[in-house]
């Protein structure tokens, strides 16, 4: 069925309407719209702080989630994997080389035993869209439903745009955007069919301010991540909202479709210790923002913690992170960007290609 539209002649009489109403009416009409925009503001987080202070939300609890994890074999994906060992039934791991998911099976069983948790290893290019759909279809016949995605899979490509070549660019945007949103939509409609499921999208800072040298991988990132607006809401009331575009998306679609026990979560690390930001070691960058780069054991444990917390948009560091983002917001350009060289180290990352966070490039 076709969304109704208005015709020629109705857009006309609206047209003429507009002209012909007087001035205070418009005057009027805008401001009786903006007071049921700020009722429904105030109900909206009442309810909210209702629910955080006063009701207490029970902790997330992962304990009967069949959890998938992209680039499990990856130092993030791997604490990851071990986090959600601890509660969750089955966990299925997925990375582009087979031997370190092996070892993380051996590992994960050596501690917790066959009978705690099942464990399904599957070597997968996320690259490979095709070879992905065989991929799912095997992980249903294993181990069935998929109730809680960790998108943790990523790669990225860092030296001068003009250096980059055409396949290393679609390469980066399929497996950091492409393949995470392909994952969601065939694992969310189960989900919403037993009302009951998480996405999780580990994301990054990189897309919501880029750095140089971080073209292709900031851009792909961004499609999954935040950006910081500032919106003007009832002439002097600003407000600082984060956007979060794939993961916001998906959550507002779950409030149409009254799924309110599946939602997505974004989390946004900033710099990890032998993930992207290993090469500010190479360049004598201990610490950014006065934070020390973050152990991948140590990230895993904040995720995990946000996650059972209800957090949404998951930050680490969250107080360096909310201070870089309240910068950009406000300084120009002529500013934020030597500022950012300088908070980064000058880019050390020249002409390096690091293959990957989480998976490596084939």
């Known amino acids: ?14 047209r003429d309407y507009e002209k012909k109403a007087p001035v205070w009416f418009r005057w009027v009409a805008t401001l009786v719209e903006h007071f049921f925009t700020i009722v429904m503001f105030v109900t909206l987080y009442g309810r909210y702080l209702w629910s955080k202070f006063v009701q207490k939300q029970k902790p997330v609890s992962f304990r009967n989630d069949t959890v998938l994890i992209t680039g499990a074999g990856g130092c993030l994906g791997r ?49 490979d869209l095709n070879g992905l759909k065989f991929t799912l279809t095997a992980i249903r016949e294993d181990v069935g439903t998929i109730t809680v995605l960790v998108n943790c899979a990523g790669v990225a490509c860092f030296k001068e745009l003009l250096h980059h070549t055409d396949d290393e660019i679609q390469h980066t945007l399929i497996v950091n955007t492409v393949a995470p949103i392909l994952l969601t ?7 919403i069919a037993r009302n009951h499921g998480h996405i999780i999208n580990i994301t990054s800072s990189a897309g919501l301010s880029g750095s140089a040298y ?61 993930g992207v930001y290993n090469s500010l070691r190479k360049f004598g960058k201990e610490t950014v923002l006065g934070n020390e780069l973050m152990r991948f054991d140590y990230c895993a444990r904040q995720i995990m913690c ?16 909310r201070m870089m983002f309240i910068l950009r917001s406000i300084l ?31």
């Open 1 to 14: 069925m076709q969304a109704a539209t208005t015709t020629p002649v109705a857009d006309e009489i609206l």
């Open 332 to 362: 120009p350009e002529e500013v934020w960007h030597p500022l950012l060289i300088y908070i980064l180290g000058r880019p050390a990352i020249k002409h390096e290609q690091h293959n990957s966070l989480l998976s490596k490039v084939e």
């Open 306 to 321: 946000g996650l059972k917390s209800h957090q949404n948009p998951i930050l680490l560091p969250r107080f360096a992170l």
């Open 185 to 191: 939509k065939d694992l969310l409609g189960d989900m």
């Open 214 to 274: 971080t073209s292709s991988y900031s851009a792909s990132k961004a499609a999954l991540t935040s950006k910081l607006l500032f919106k003007l809401h009832i002439c002097i009331l600003t407000i600082l909202t984060f956007r979060l575009d794939f993961t916001e998306t998906i959550n507002q679609e779950l409030i149409l479709a009254k799924a309110n026990g599946v939602r997505a979560t974004a989390v946004m690390p900033f710099h990890i210790d032998g």
């Open 79 to 127: 604490a990851l994997a071990i986090e959600f060992a601890k509660e969750c039934k089955c966990l299925v791991l997925l990375d582009i080389q087979k031997k370190p998911l092996d070892d993380l099976k051996h590992e994960l069983t050596t501690i917790y035993g066959k009978d705690h948790i099942k464990i399904s290893t599957h070597k997968c290019d996320l690259s």
